[in-house]
């Protein structure tokens, strides 16, 4: 595929999955029988967004406001380009490609601070600090939930991942880096329960709290796509990738990565949102010594095990 | 003709955005003192109804009634931070000619195209009907307001733990955690709280002023809009008075009855309070539940009177028309329900982490103020905390389901007919005299002294006003993303509060 069509295959494939995200997002919400209203809304939202007068507020940052949702959907795009859909159906496959993604997706936080520091608004501002002291906190378990599979499989590339996991898939003997993955992934993502940088009622919204119309979008988009890329990277590390009986390698990715991300939106409706020293707590107390843990458990495992694991 | 072509093209893409647009909603709710009920009915009703938290996410500004004036300017900048098309909407209440000794103020007298929803058709059905389908407009933005400029203490270096900048962070006046407009000054180090200064008077009408100086009926309905959220209570509260006056004892049935009708209010208030709270803390289950309790209430208690409780409480009235029959037990059910969201709430560990141990009220500073109600009662039986005073809340609402029950009940009433109503008595004889109604809140105390023609001095006692305040100290050494759960936790009526 060339650069051209790689960008044009990404672009639109993120767009539907962000699409597909909020959808999901409503349905958790409304339920089935409210379907014909989860699939309109979002369009609809996006179109009172396009309308919608693009402000910048007053003394605000102009260069890193009207960047940071741009960043935002970059950081997204780039990462994308890893995540192997089915055999072959990927943007490229480098021999790093899970180093990659997580390296790729780290500005993420950068844009989100940005559009918090640049707005000139106390709240922003509170909403920047969170989303900066938050950042180690999931980057290190996600890391460490991340090398069981890597050990596994003895490689980074994340088609290598998804090769290895033929026979079975490494969620079936890795479940505590699954459960350490997920959590790390909605921390990442800012969703219920660790959605308070961006939603704490106190900051109105913090740190999207002054963006409008097409910007607005843009970030919703992007936070969306952010969701399903962790998703998606979740079903490449624990659930097989595109592995799957009967139907076509990509439709089973594509399953199994909605279920994913429509399991954890439909889960994150049972908690309260955390405090961030809640949050910090969880992260450093909890899912950092699971993790390292985990990486024990795996390592003996593999070392024992007859050709590596199962 | 290219430019013709495209300037159709521009015309049918903007007219085909717009109607995608315009099937959903989001809108800024703006609390003036009397909008908590249907603002947490709303977004229940209208699933294309949403509820945003920032004015640069809303395309309606939803403002309830009444807006004093010193509320105006915080509406007319929040207005303002809306990005365009936009549309303002006021759900009328009593306005200002019903209150004549306040500062009142109508919308439309500094916003443009204000649609009005008056007091008669604004069941939530109605209103999220008309957020619906109300075209908005690129309009013109408002000239900015005059803010009055203002000061507040700040503590000294030496009672911080770490010397720090403070950041002073603006709640409200308009924001979720109370019922009704409230500003609360934050003095931040980080994300604890140092200090915190709170502004009330921002729904003030000076009730009882007004019923200085009204006459017969009015007055009751002056009494009924103390607090917009319990109209029962405060109507009630001048009934008992005025038949005291009258030395004019009510029979038992009709006390149960009027009983019954507290308990409801109470209950509705309770369960109001609950999808407040339950927003406020992010958690869709329990908004979700909260929610589904709050609409079977509204629709077992249509049930039970011919007329709204607050329609046929008066003075001296004999007998109450009642459409209760003996139905099956919805209520009693509805109180199972209730009771078993409670227990659930009271094993939920991951609720108790986010709401045991903060806002800690003791008791002696309870009493010290002169509180009551449900978060005295939750310090006195050792629940001292916000996750305390959310059980306390749904145990008393239960009690109340079963009261209502209870009140209800007896045969008699059942055959009771409106024909059969007596003449209520409105004239309040010379004489002195107080009473205390048990509110959603507390205790509602009213001291009336009457010279035969009038009312010569009114005074009431308001349970949310002695709670008010606590809320400095209550917050002080809190966390800012604790801070409205705590609040919130109170209950504050700002519009009874105020008075």
Redesign the interface.
């Known amino acids: 595929m060339s650069a051209l069509g790689t960008a044009l295959f990404v672009g639109l494939g993120l767009l539907l999955g962000a699409y597909s995200i909020a959808v999901l997002e409503r349905l958790t919400?409304?339920g089935l029988r409210?379907f014909s209203?989860a699939v309109?809304?979002p369009?609809?939202?996006a179109?009172?967004l396009?309308?919608?007068?693009?402000?910048v507020p007053r003394g605000a940052d102009r260069l890193l406001f009207r960047s940071a949702p741009l960043a935002a959907v970059a950081a997204v795009a780039l990462a994308a380009l890893v995540v192997p859909l089915g055999p072959g159906l990927r943007g490229f496959d480098p021999s790093i490609g899970l180093f990659y993604f997580i390296v790729v997706l780290g500005p993420f936080v950068i844009a989100m601070m940005n559009a918090g520091w640049s707005q000139n608004a106390?709240?922003g501002?509170?909403g920047t600090?969170r989303a900066a002291a938050y950042l180690l906190s999931y980057e290190v378990p996600l890391g460490f939930a991340a090398i069981g599979p890597v050990m596994a499989a003895e490689s980074l590339s994340t088609v290598r991942i998804v090769e290895a996991q033929a026979s079975l898939w490494y969620g079936a003997w890795q479940p505590l880096g699954l459960v350490i993955y997920v959590v790390a992934a909605l921390f990442m993502a800012y969703r219920?329960?660790f959605?308070?940088p961006q939603?704490?009622?106190?900051l109105?919204?913090g740190v999207?709290?002054?963006?409008?119309?097409p910007r607005?979008l843009l970030f919703n988009l992007a936070l969306n796509a952010l969701f399903l890329l962790l998703s998606a990277m979740g079903v490449v590390l624990f659930f097989g990738g595109w592995h799957g009986p009967l139907l076509p390698g990509p439709v089973w990715f594509l399953i199994k990565t909605l279920a994913l991300a429509a399991l954890l939106l439909w889960a994150?409706?049972?908690?309260?949102?955390?405090?961030?020293?809640?949050m910090l707590s969880l992260a450093w107390k909890v899912l950092l010594p699971a993790s390292l843990v985990n990486v024990a458990l795996v390592g003996i495992l593999v070392m024992v095990l007859p050709g590596g694991g199962w | 003709l290219t430019g013709r072509t495209e300037g159709r093209a521009a015309a049918w893409a903007n007219g085909w955005l717009a109607r995608l647009a315009s099937y959903e909603r989001r809108y800024l709710a703006v609390d003036g003192g009397g909008g908590a009920r249907l603002l947490a009915r709303l977004p229940a009703l209208g699933t294309r109804l949403r509820p945003v938290s920032s004015p640069r996410h809303a395309e309606v500004l939803l403002a309830c009634e009444p807006i004093s004036r010193r509320l105006s300017p915080s509406l007319l900048e929040l207005y303002r931070a809306m990005p365009r098309p936009r549309r303002a909407v006021v759900v009328g209440e009593p306005g200002p000619e019903h209150f004549p000794r306040a500062d009142l103020v109508r919308l439309e007298d500094f916003l443009p195209n204000v649609e009005r929803i008056s007091a008669d058709r604004s069941s939530p059905a109605e209103v999220a009907q008309r957020l619906l389908t109300l075209p908005l407009q690129f309009d013109e933005s408002p000239s900015k307001p005059q803010l009055e400029p203002m000061t507040i203490p700040l503590p000294g270096k030496q009672e911080r733990e770490i010397a720090t900048e403070l950041v002073v962070l603006s709640l409200g006046p308009v924001q979720p955690c109370t019922a009704g407009p409230l500003r609360v000054l934050l003095s931040c180090d980080g994300e604890q709280i140092v200090s915190a200064h709170i502004e009330a008077g921002y729904a003030t009408r000076d009730v009882a002023g007004a019923m200085t100086q009204a006459t017969g009926m009015e007055i009751a309905g002056l009494a009924s809009a103390l607090d917009p959220l319990a109209p029962v209570a405060g109507r009630l509260a001048y009934v008992t008075a005025l038949e005291q006056l009258q030395h004019w004892e009510p029979e038992p049935t009709l006390g149960r009855q009027r009983e019954a009708a507290l308990a409801l209010e109470r209950v509705q208030n309770h369960l109001a309070w609950l999808v407040r709270f339950a927003e406020i803390l992010a958690d869709d289950r329990l908004t979700d539940d909260a929610r589904r309790l709050e609409a079977s209430l509204a629709e077992v208690s249509r049930e039970f009177w011919e007329q709204s409780p607050v329609e046929w409480l008066a003075p001296q009235t004999p007998t109450v028309p009642t459409r209760y029959g003996g139905r099956p037990p919805r209520l009693e059910r509805l109180a199972a329900e209730v009771a078993a969201l409670r227990d659930r709430l009271a094993r939920n560990r991951v609720l108790a982490l986010r709401t045991a141990g903060i806002g800690v009220l003791p008791v002696d500073r309870l009493h010290a103020v002169g509180a009551s109600g449900p978060a005295l009662r939750a310090s006195e039986h050792g629940r001292e905390d916000v996750l305390g005073r959310l059980l306390t809340r749904l145990d008393e609402a239960a009690d109340d389901i079963r009261n209502v029950e209870a009140g209800l009940k007896p045969a008699p009433m059942n055959r009771l007919r409106p024909a059969e109503q007596g003449i209520a008595q409105w004239s309040a004889p010379p004489g002195k005299t107080e009473v205390a109604i048990s509110g959603p809140r507390g205790h509602i105390g009213l001291s009336l002294v009457s010279d035969g023609a009038s009312l010569h001095q009114v005074a009431w006692r308001r349970p949310s006003a002695a709670l008010l305040g606590l809320l400095p100290e209550l917050l002080a050494g809190q966390k800012l993303a604790d801070a409205e759960a705590i609040i919130a936790s109170l209950d504050l009526a700002m519009a009874e509060a105020d008075g």
Request: proline share 4%; hydrophobic share 45%.
């Open positions: 919400v409304l409210q209203v309109i809304a369009l609809a939202q179109a009172a396009l309308r919608q007068e693009n402000l106390k709240e501002l509170f600090f219920r329960p959605d308070i939603a704490g009622g106190e109105e919204g999207l709290a002054e963006y409008t119309g607005l994150g409706r049972f908690l309260p949102r955390l405090r961030h020293d809640q």
